[in-house]
């Protein structure tokens, strides 16, 4: 067949447009299960896209910072129904958990002090740290296939740990290690490839696909209208609440980390955590195991937990607004500057998508980041563990060297009971983090009405 206009649909966009909205209310599990999702919706019952195809596409999103699963969203949409597919399509997959986690945010901050809801995360907070060492032991397993590779987990793990290197310099210096070491060991330049497996044919052929022309012009349009849409609202609220308000604070903080969040939601949570904790004083440090519970339960990528972090820095410090007013500012702003990126890097980059998946250099240099993702993700587990199973830290200092450490007489034995039922629920009987988040929260609640 001929090659279809370039703004072509390729298929009927409220067809699309209801595919997605059902996709987005099953988008639980982490990023495996919302690929996992879009694999059965997409490639496997509608047929629209092939199995090959849309590895690719995966291919290039893991190149990326954020959240994979929603830029996958994006760049199927956009494949589909070109521009206005990708822009359904990326906002659909998050606005359910948006409006889940805003309205948990609310009860939280509301009744966040009863017996009920104090109980219901002393459930939750135990099993979040057997989740991240759930992702330690998976991402560790599929990303350290060379020794080298686990060195540089180790690297990062320490120079979080022991030395409070910051995050982006940790990425940065294991992407350049990466690409460095590629010239001596060249299988660095390669990662894992699919088991060939085409899967069903698709109805929709490759060459009946969305595409268009890589010109300049066409990624200098983008490019300025991307920065635009994402920095517009950051300067309204400096023009309306002040240059020095909350809310621009955590929309040009949440803005950079939006670009280093390479490796999925785990890997950044520890440089958030410590910023927004430490830094900024946003909110307390078991406050963001609870964000992380919260995120758990709710459909839409990890990454929504900053979402509770700005809700609780506004709330509490929100300026000339109300505070109901300012936690609703604040957690729509950094939601905002959080996900418009992706549709900015998918937009300027899907039509260059087959140089960079031959670009061996570039490949090798996302390996060595991988590898020291592991690290970072276990950084951010014994930051859980530290300040969910012991109830003070105190922080040690030598030179260079600044660790927090439990003060070990404060250990809680619920929590540790809990921690440890979680790790057998998920690593011993392979249970879903929801049901294990699940059965946590209903023993948290009912140890605190019966004591």
């Known amino acids: 067949m001929g090659s279809p206009r370039a703004h072509a649909d390729v298929v009927p966009l409220p067809e699309a447009t209801r595919t997605w909205f059902a996709i987005s209310w099953q988008t639980f599990g982490g990023p495996a299960g ?93 099993a979040v740290i057997a989740i991240v060492v759930q992702a330690v032991q998976r991402v560790g397993r599929r990303a350290l296939a060379h020794p080298l590779l686990v060195a540089l987990a180790v690297a990062s793990f320490v120079a979080l740990t022991v030395f409070a290197v910051p995050f982006p310099v940790v990425v940065l210096a294991a992407g350049a290690a990466g690409w460095l070491a590629a010239r001596w060991l060249p299988a660095l330049r390669v990662l894992g490839r699919d088991d060939g497996d085409d899967g069903p044919p698709p109805l929709v052929s490759d060459d009946a696909l969305h595409h268009d022309p890589p010109t300049p012009r066409r990624a200098v349009v983008i490019v300025a209208v991307g920065l635009v849409v994402w920095f517009t609202p950051v300067a309204l609220a400096a023009l309306l609440l002040g240059a020095d308000s909350v809310y621009v604070d955590q929309g040009l903080f949440f803005s950079g980390a939006a670009l280093v969040t390479f490796g999925g939601a785990y890997a950044v949570l520890a440089y958030v955590a410590q910023q927004a904790v430490d830094v900024y004083g946003w909110l307390a440090p078991g406050e963001m195991v609870n964000g992380l519970a919260l995120a758990e339960t709710t459909p839409g990528p990890l990454i929504m937990v900053v979402q509770f972090v700005a809700g609780l820095g506004a709330y509490r410090d929100p300026g000339a607004l109300d505070p109901w007013a300012g936690m609703l500012v604040g957690s729509l702003l950094v939601t905002w500057v959080t996900f418009v990126p992706c549709f900015l890097f998918i937009f300027l980059g899907a039509p260059y998508v087959e140089r960079l998946r031959h670009h061996h250099h570039l490949t090798a240099a996302l390996t060595g980041i991988t590898a ?78 019966v004591g």
């Not at 990326?64 to 760049?75: D, F, K, M, T």
């Not at 530290?386 to 619920?414: C, I, K, M, Q, Y």
């Not at 009971?417 to 946590?440: H, Q």
């Open 372 to 449: 020291a993702v592991v690290g970072v993700i276990a950084s951010l587990a014994v930051y859980f563990a530290v300040h969910t199973l012991f109830d003070a830290t105190r922080t040690f200092t030598w030179g260079p060297v600044a660790v927090e450490l439990p003060v070990l007489g404060s250990w809680d034995p619920l929590a540790f009971g809990l921690t440890t039922l979680a790790l057998g629920l998920l690593l011993g009987r392979g249970w879903s983090p929801l049901r294990t988040l699940g059965v946590c929260a209903a023993l948290g609640l009912v140890v605190a009405l």
């Open 34 to 126: 919302q690929i996992a999702v879009m694999q059965h919706h997409l490639v496997d019952q509608k047929r629209w896209i092939g199995q090959r195809r849309f590895l690719h596409a995966l291919n290039y999103c893991m190149l990326l910072p954020g959240p994979e699963a929603q830029q996958l969203a994006i760049y199927t949409g956009w494949l589909l129904n070109g521009l206005r597919g990708g822009l359904i399509a990326g906002t659909l997959f998050v606005l359910p958990g948006i409006l889940a986690l805003l309205g948990l945010t609310v009860l939280y901050l509301a009744a966040g002090t009863t017996d009920v809801v104090s109980g219901l995360f002393a459930g939750l907070a135990p």
